[in-house]
Each structure stands twice: as structure tokens, then as C-alpha cells.
């Protein structure tokens, strides 16, 4: 029983953190129609950027510049690069095949800088452990269910309360419609791109602290264990991000809990059972689990 509630604990933890970068995903999507696969490399860099500041700045300064600098490379990718042609939605699938070309870019210069090495993020967590109940749990894990919870609010809050949220959903609904009504497309895409930026450097912290060894040049791929979660939930929807990611997370500690009595689907299932549950989800929800049917005029 001990060993099913740390592994359900740990499943929480995980979803919570590939929960902020699966809103990542929806956020750009939502705003632009984009598939950010440079949204890996965006939080590699905030979490490098942390590693090598925290020693002058202290960990929070040096989080606090490392989303400050990824939020704005992230915008600016979108506002120099991606929208030169202007921000066109006919375009997303040419812009979506640019960001993989931005990927490669950072990706390549980042894994040139780590090397080998594993990088200390220097939070203030480290490697102790609390009991809750029959239970130990690393701090590190209750930081990230907390943070990621209360990020999480912010961001509803924002697409519900505010006047850029409610652009924002104007414009996934109908971007001809929005336009029309005076939603400047230019002003919902970028902070969107930014939100997202600074969303990816906030999940370094907590996927590099304990029990993971730190940041290392394949930190950046564990984004891609988020990107199921976005596609589970539907790709418009941030509640389903927030479901998806559960499930991932949920099933990625409990295949990694239970690994000896799973061997006999072999020793690596734990790295594709994202990708596993994404694929039997969609077989019988093609939309994910919040998605919906467009309408489709003809």
C-alpha cells in the first residue's frame, strides 16, 4: 500500500509539472494555430540559464531572469521569425515547420555548452525529503505540486478575467470573426508565445531537481512527454492539458513503480507508455478528451 500511494504521489507530482509545459503546447496552439517543437529547447534554455546565474544571483534571481529571458526569446521567435509574413493562420502549418529549424538551432548550441556535464540548479529543495503519513516524499516534489498548482490558477484566472484572455479565445474560436471585431492578432500571439516561454523555464526547475541528477542536454526531450498530454486533452483546451498531463504523469510513475511486474512488455515501456495511453485515448476519442467536433461549412 506504501509503495502504491508514493508512486500515485510522484504521478501527481509529474503531471503537475508536465502540466505547465502541456499548457505551453495549447497556449501557442490556441493563439496561432502553431505546433511549438521548439518548446523542448525553450526549456532547456530557462533551465540552463538558471544553472549557470543561481552562483551570482542567488535561485530565485537567477529563475526570475531565466523566465524573464526565455518568455522573451520565445516572443521574439514568434514576432521576428514566425510572423514575418504576418500573423496569417493559413501559414501555421509552414510556421509549425519552422519552429523544428529554431529547435535544431538552440538544441545544438545548448547540448554544446552542457557537454557531459549535469548541472546543479542550486534550489533551495535539494535532496531533502518529508514523511506525509506512511509515505517519504522529496520536497522537491511537494514544491513542484504546490508552484505548479498555483501557476496553473494564474494562468485560468488570466483566460477567464482578462480582456487578453478573452482575445484569445475569440481568436481560437474564430480568427476572421475576432479580427473583424477589432482583436489585434499581433497582441494575442505574442504574449501567448511569451506565457508559454517563461511556463517551459519554470518545468526545468522542477525536472532537474532531486531525485532527477540535475540538467543535462536531454533534459530538454522530456518536453516531448508533455506534448501526449496536450494532444490527450485536446489541443484547444487547457483543462485538457491539465487532464491529459495527470494521466501521463499518473502512468509514467506507476509503469516506472511496477517495472518488474510489467517486464514482460519489456525493459524501456515505461518511455513509450505516454505515448501508449495518447495512442488508445485517441482510438476512441480522435479529438482527445476534452475535444470537440468543428463545424465545418460547406
Not at 79 to 94: E, I, K, N
Not at 197 to 204: E, I, K, T, Y
Not at 235 to 242: D, Q, V, Y
Amino acid at each position: 500500500m506504501t509503495s502504491l500511494l508514493d508512486n500515485v504521489f510522484n504521478g501527481l507530482a509529474l503531471g503537475a509539472v508536465y502540466a505547465l509545459v502541456a499548457l505551453g503546447f495549447v497556449i501557442i496552439f490556441k493563439a496561432s494555430g502553431v505546433m511549438n517543437f521548439a518548446h523542448g529547447s525553450l526549456l532547456l534554455l530557462g533551465g540552463y540559464l538558471t544553472a549557470v546565474l543561481h552562483d551570482d544571483l542567488g535561485f530565485a534571481g537567477a529563475l526570475a531572469v531565466s523566465v524573464l529571458v526565455t518568455a522573451a526569446v520565445a516572443g521574439a521567435m514568434d514576432r521576428f521569425l514566425l510572423q514575418r509574413g504576418g500573423p496569417d493562420p493559413h501559414t501555421a502549418h509552414v510556421q509549425t515547420i519552422v519552429t523544428i529549424g529554431v529547435d535544431i538551432l538552440i538544441l545544438t548550441d545548448l547540448s554544446r555548452r552542457i557537454g557531459g556535464d549535469l548541472l546543479s540548479l542550486g534550489d533551495p529543495w535539494g535532496d531533502s525529503v518529508s514523511g506525509l503519513g506512511p509515505v517519504t516524499v522529496a520536497d522537491s516534489r511537494i514544491a513542484a505540486i504546490v508552484v505548479s498548482a498555483v501557476v496553473i490558477a494564474g494562468v485560468f484566472a488570466l483566460f477567464r478575467y482578462t480582456s487578453w484572455g478573452l482575445s484569445l479565445r475569440a481568436a481560437a474560436e474564430d480568427v476572421e470573426a475576432a479580427s473583424l471585431m477589432g482583436v489585434r492578432l499581433v497582441r494575442v500571439r505574442m504574449p501567448a508565445w511569451c506565457l508559454a516561454g517563461a511556463l517551459a523555464a519554470l518545468a526545468a526547475v522542477f525536472l532537474a531537481a532531486f531525485p532527477a541528477p540535475g540538467l543535462e542536454r536531454t533534459t530538454g526531450q522530456i518536453a516531448l512527454k508533455a506534448f501526449p498530454a496536450a494532444i490527450l486533452g485536446g489541443m484547444a483546451s487547457p483543462p485538457g492539458a491539465l487532464a491529459g498531463s495527470l494521466l501521463i504523469g499518473m502512468t509514467e510513475a506507476l509503469v516506472a513503480g511496477y517495472q518488474s511486474e510489467l517486464h514482460v512488455l519489456g525493459e524501456g515501456f515505461g518511455d513509450v507508455a505516454p505515448y501508449a495511453v495518447m495512442v488508445l485515448v485517441l482510438l476512441v476519442r480522435p479529438t482527445g478528451l476534452f475535444g470537440g467536433k468543428a463545424a465545418v461549412r460547406v
